[in-house]
C-alpha cells in the first residue's frame, strides 16, 4: 500500500526550531516529488513547497522560501519541513502530499498539527 | 504565479441536486487541474486530476470539465456525505497553487 506517514503534533514556543517529516514507503520514493501543504486553523489550503528525492530540486511558495526548508534522506525514504525559529502564525496542520495522476496529490499524509504558543 | 479564483465560496443545496463549483485560472493551464474534497479534520481527497479524468473510486456523480482556463466541478444528484470543502489545485507551473475553497452544505 502506498502512504505516506507523518511524525506527530508539536507544542513549541516562539523562537524554537522544529522538524516534522514524512515518511513514505510501497512506492519508489525516489521517483516522486513530495509536496508541503499548510492549514492554518478554520482557512484553506496552501501549497508551500515541494522536493524531488531523486535529486533534491526544490521548489518553494515566494512567501515561504526563507521562512521554512524542505529536505529529503533518500535513505529512509523520508522527507522534512523544518523551521529555524517558529512564530506563532506557523501554528497550523501541515500536511505532506505525493503526486500521482496529472501531477495531483493522489496520497496524503495524516497530517501534523504544529501548535506555537508562549 | 498563477492565481486560482474559485467561486462560490458557499452553496447550499437540497439532497439530489446538481452542485457546480467553478475556478478560473489567471493563465493557460494545460488541463493541469485537480479537484479535492476535505471533510472536517481530514487530510484532501483527491477527486478528479487532469481537469476532467476521476480518480479511481471516486463515485460518478462526480465530474469535471474545462473551457479555457474556466474549470468547473460537478456533483450531481447531491449526497448528504457530499458535503465537504472542495478546492481546486494548478500543477501547470510552480508554485503549484489552491483555489480559495468552496464550503457546500445540504438545506
Known amino acids: 500500500e502506498v502512504q505516506l506517514v507523518q511524525s506527530g503534533a508539536e507544542v513549541k514556543k516562539p523562537g524554537e526550531s522544529l522538524r516534522i517529516s514524512c515518511k513514505g514507503s510501497?512506492?519508489?520514493?525516489?521517483?516522486?516529488?513530495i509536496g508541503w501543504v499548510r492549514q492554518m486553523p478554520g482557512k484553506g489550503l496552501e501549497w508551500m513547497g515541494a522536493?524531488?528525492?531523486?535529486?533534491?530540486?526544490?521548489r518553494y511558495r515566494p512567501s515561504f522560501q526563507g521562512q521554512v526548508s524542505i529536505s529529503v534522506d533518500k535513505s529512509t525514504d523520508t522527507a522534512h519541513l523544518q523551521w529555524s525559529s517558529l512564530k506563532a502564525s506557523d501554528t497550523a496542520m501541515y500536511y505532506c502530499?505525493?503526486?500521482?495522476?496529472?501531477?495531483?496529490?493522489?496520497?496524503w499524509g495524516q497530517g501534523t498539527m504544529v501548535i506555537v504558543s508562549p | 504565479d498563477i492565481q486560482m479564483t474559485q467561486s462560490p465560496s458557499y452553496v447550499s443545496a437540497s439532497v439530489g441536486d446538481r452542485v457546480t463549483i467553478t475556478c478560473r485560472a489567471s493563465?493557460?493551464?494545460?488541463?493541469?487541474l485537480a479537484w479535492y474534497q476535505q471533510k472536517p479534520g481530514r487530510a484532501p481527497k483527491l477527486l478528479i486530476h487532469s481537469a476532467s479524468r476521476l480518480q479511481s473510486g471516486v463515485p460518478s456523480r462526480f465530474s469535471g470539465s474545462e473551457s479555457g482556463t474556466d474549470f468547473s466541478l460537478t456533483i450531481s444528484n447531491l449526497q448528504p456525505e457530499d458535503i465537504a470543502t472542495y478546492y481546486c489545485q494548478q500543477s501547470n507551473s510552480f508554485p503549484w497553487t489552491f483555489g480559495q475553497g468552496t464550503q457546500v452544505d445540504i438545506k
Open positions: 502530499a505525493r503526486p500521482g495522476s496529472g501531477e495531483a496529490f493522489d496520497v
Open positions: 522536493i524531488y528525492p531523486g535529486d533534491s530540486d526544490t
Open positions: 510501497g512506492y519508489v520514493f525516489t521517483k516522486y516529488w
Open positions: 493563465e493557460s493551464l494545460s488541463s493541469w
